[in-house]
């Protein structure tokens, strides 16, 4: 049962356009979502994040939002940029004493010049 | 930046050998986690530490797989024997705290002939 999706396997932009990554999650109790960012051969690297009491979180050019009616986020990415080309990670956590992170399997994301 | 190191970075032999995988988490950090990506399954989580005590290792195949936490800057993950279907790269990540975002090492690509 796949908690966490990511239904976007790839997504192709050019650079200056917006990139939009969409990801949903199936379980309730999540409440705090991340992004993680991974080059090839290289660790996740966590990008930004959101708590279920915020519907938007930005960081420079990475704007999280979450709809929890809804149990959607989405990352913009903007203006998107060559360098931003690689695989991104969707995460939710349910907090507490949980200390899990699910993660959706990823959209590669690649920005032309 | 503090970072998380695991070694060896690459991993070739033969099936039935055993297998260790070393983590070196970001020091200050109380939680380690263990994480296997493939292709079919994505990212997932193995087991993982909270100061050195294993909190849930329910994703680990338990009569081959076994991680410690020796002291709180050494997380080993071993395998034995090994089988051509534990071949993927494995990630350990760190935390300092619940909800904080986890730091993930580079990873050990492990390929079982």
């Known amino acids: 049962d796949q908690q966490v999706k990511q239904n976007s396997p790839s997504l192709s932009v050019q650079e200056g356009r917006i990139s939009i990554l969409n990801c949903d999650y199936t379980n309730s109790m999540f409440d705090y979502f991340l992004w993680y960012k991974k080059y090839p051969a290289e660790g996740p690297t966590f990008l930004i994040s959101i708590s279920s009491i915020k519907d938007k979180n930005e960081d420079g050019r990475f704007t999280v939002f979450l709809n929890k009616s809804a149990k959607h986020l989405s990352l913009h990415i903007v203006p998107s940029q060559p360098g931003d080309s690689a695989v991104y990670f969707c995460a939710a956590n349910s907090g507490g004493s949980n200390y899990k992170l699910t993660f959706g399997k990823g959209t590669l994301l690649t920005v032309n010049p | 930046d503090a970072r998380v190191t695991q070694t060896p970075r690459h991993k070739v032999t033969e099936m039935g050998q055993e297998v260790t995988m070393r983590c070196q988490p970001i020091?200050?950090?109380?939680?380690v986690f263990w994480y296997r990506q493939t292709m079919m399954q994505g990212l997932e989580l193995l087991a993982y530490?909270?100061?050195?005590?294993?909190?849930?290792d329910s994703g680990m195949p338990k009569d081959r797989f076994s991680a410690e936490m020796p002291d709180a800057t050494l997380a080993t993950l071993k395998i034995q024997p090994s089988e051509p279907r534990d071949s993927a790269v494995y990630f350990c990540?760190?935390?300092?705290?619940?909800?904080?975002?986890?730091?993930f090492g580079d990873g050990t690509r492990l390929s079982i002939l």
């Open positions: 530490f909270r100061n050195r005590a294993p909190l849930d």
């Open positions: 990540a760190s935390r300092q705290g619940w909800n904080q975002p986890q730091h």
């Open positions: 020091l200050g950090h109380n939680t």
